[in-house]
């Protein structure tokens, strides 16, 4: 499984962001180890998180999407390809307006969620996804079964607070 990969790239990152150097130059750093290295999928995941820190969902999706087809199988590689895009979906939309990321996003993250219940992040960001597309009960859902994994985890909260708003059911919230 790739989750070797993901706190090697996190670590990558770290140790970029202290060299000073000018983001556009990391970019191109990542982007060329990406092609120096194709079957590394450390650099792949290190080019999508850096790209996700820019908020540039865009390349962070096509970073996402690369690794994704060398290990199409592999649940880490999906959960961060099925964020991104949800992340990419809720951008500078109003609701109205949700792009077709946030669907696509939610049915890997269904996927994953469903194949390896224990990967917190994809569950969170799944419920996240059912809120903002309007399955508010779905979302509520989600997250009340997530709660048990992250009992402080501040993101759960505003998203199961957020759906049980727009269900009437706040209170339940408080209980």
Request: proline share 6%.
């Amino acid at each position: 499984m790739i989750g070797a990969h993901y706190a090697a790239a996190q670590s990558l990152i770290t140790g970029l962001r202290q060299t000073g150097a000018a983001p556009a130059v990391l970019a191109e750093m990542l982007g060329d180890a990406v092609a120096r290295q194709p079957d590394d999928a450390t650099a792949g995941i290190a080019l999508g998180l850096w790209f996700w820190d820019m908020e540039d969902w865009p390349r962070a999706i096509a970073a996402y999407r690369a690794v994704a087809t060398r290990w199409p199988d592999d649940p880490v590689v999906r959960a961060l390809l099925g964020i991104t895009l949800v992340r990419f979906g809720q951008s500078d939309r109003g609701q109205s307006d949700l792009g077709p990321e946030l669907a696509e996003g939610g049915a890997i993250l269904g996927a994953v969620a469903a194949q390896v219940p224990e990967i917190a992040d994809a569950r969170l960001w799944l419920g996240i996804a059912q809120s903002a597309m309007g399955d508010k009960a779905a979302a509520v859902a989600t997250l009340d079964a997530l709660e048990p994994m992250l009992p402080r985890d501040p993101n759960l909260h505003v998203a199961r607070a957020h759906a049980l708003l727009a269900l009437g059911r706040l209170r339940e919230g408080w209980a």
